[in-house]
């Protein structure tokens, strides 16, 4: 509609100008014709027609609706000396349009022939004021576009942004709430595991104990056992909001192989059954991270073990072979397939199913680049072997 109603604007104020007879320079021999011949009012209203026109097309086809409006304004002036005020309009319309969807040199450089021919003088009356506002606006208005084009660019930049900075945070909620969940299993359910187990070792193994002491030694385990399961059920959460993410922020990097000889003692001490280290290879140095995820898992695997198979005897192997770190963890309990109620049956599966303690050491070994496995051993028990990469390591 708008478009529609510039260009009859531009059409009639073209043949009114020419009609009555436009100025021009002295001596022009259009000054004799534009009263006597009609073909220059067809002429000059095809023109303005085309100035004003394009302005329908200036969404879909900015470029050309602007090129349009330029040359035919341009033409106006150079075969008739006359500017339209629609005109003028449509250019502006189209040379905005052009420089926030199209061609920004494109839209500049079709304002610079208005600045040419104002700073030129050849134009007078009204059309050398329609002139000078076309050399002043339609520059203004091509870089109002362009600047327009800059500043929703830079609000789409910002939004990403601020998307990007969200998905980080939440990457690193989840990362975090992961961590907490690997720690509270590794650590505190350890901790209150070995609770509930000397407590009941006690309670079995101390000759004379007054049926009190008896009595709350078992009140002891009952609690540990119930802290246990309550703590299953928050780490049940806390990994169901931490998705699938197996980010090791490395805590407590102090912890290394070094220490696994107290570990295996206090394995020793809670439930009474034979532990050993066997070390085969050139021990190397390795990376805290490597070193703090080898001694979760055997921690894990030694509570697995003792929660799974009570009284039975575990061997932990450090296998070093250069560019790895080979561990195997391996009890001589009856195994997943033979287990009793308690054992490594398929209700528990040394941790196979409803527990966190096998999905918390396969977190730990992808977290660093290794992997794990866990099942049967041959001939009997059962075996975690996880292989860590150990390729920066250096002759320990």
Request: with cysteine; aromatic share 2%; hydrophobic share 50%.
């Amino acid at each position: 509609m708008a478009a529609v109603l510039l260009a009859s604007l531009a059409v009639a104020e073209s043949v009114a100008h020419v009609s009555g007879g436009v100025t021009v320079p002295a001596g022009d021999v259009r000054a004799d014709r534009s009263t006597a011949d009609p073909a220059l009012s067809v002429v000059a209203g095809l023109l303005g027609l085309a100035a004003a026109l394009p302005v329908a097309l200036a969404r879909a086809q900015p470029a050309l609706a602007a090129v349009t409006a330029s040359a035919a304004g341009l033409l106006s002036l150079a075969a008739f000396h006359t500017l339209t005020a629609a005109g003028v309009a449509a250019q502006l319309i189209c040379g905005y349009r052009l420089g926030r969807t199209g061609s920004q040199p494109l839209a500049v450089l079709l304002a610079a022939p208005f600045v040419a021919v104002a700073l030129a003088g050849t134009a007078a009356g009204g059309t050398g004021v329609l002139t000078l506002l076309a050399a002043c606006l339609a520059p203004a208005a091509a870089l109002a576009g362009i600047a327009r084009r800059a500043h929703a660019r830079a609000l789409g930049d910002s939004a990403a942004r601020q998307a990007i900075a969200d998905t980080l945070m939440e990457h690193t909620a989840r990362g975090e709430r992961a961590r907490i969940a690997r720690e509270l299993h590794d650590v505190v359910a350890h901790h209150i595991s070995m609770v509930s187990v000397q407590a009941e070792t006690a309670r079995l193994t101390t000759p004379g104990m007054p049926a009190a002491g008896a009595e709350r030694l078992s009140a002891i385990g009952d609690t540990a056992r119930t802290a246990l399961t309550e703590m299953r059920r928050l780490l049940g959460v806390l990994r169901e909001d931490a998705g699938t993410d197996a980010t090791d922020r490395r805590p407590q990097p102090s912890l290394r192989l070094e220490e696994l000889n107290e570990l295996l003692d206090e394995a020793r001490g809670a439930s009474g059954a034979g532990a050993r280290l066997i070390l085969s290879g050139s021990p190397v140095a390795l990376d805290p991270g490597v070193e703090l995820a080898a001694y979760r898992i055997v921690q894990e695997a030694l509570t697995n073990a003792r929660r799974h198979a009570p009284g039975a005897a575990v061997d932990v192997e450090l296998r070093y072979t250069g560019d790895e770190l080979r561990l195997l963890i391996r009890d001589n309990g009856p195994g997943p397939a033979a287990a009793p109620s308690g054992g490594h049956g398929p209700s528990d599966g040394h941790g196979l199913s409803d527990g966190h303690g096998l999905s918390g050491m396969h977190e730990r070994a992808a977290a660093i680049g290794g992997e794990l496995r866990a099942g049967p051993a041959a001939g009997g028990g059962f075996l975690v072997e996880a292989r860590l990469p150990a390729g920066d390591g250096v002759p320990g």
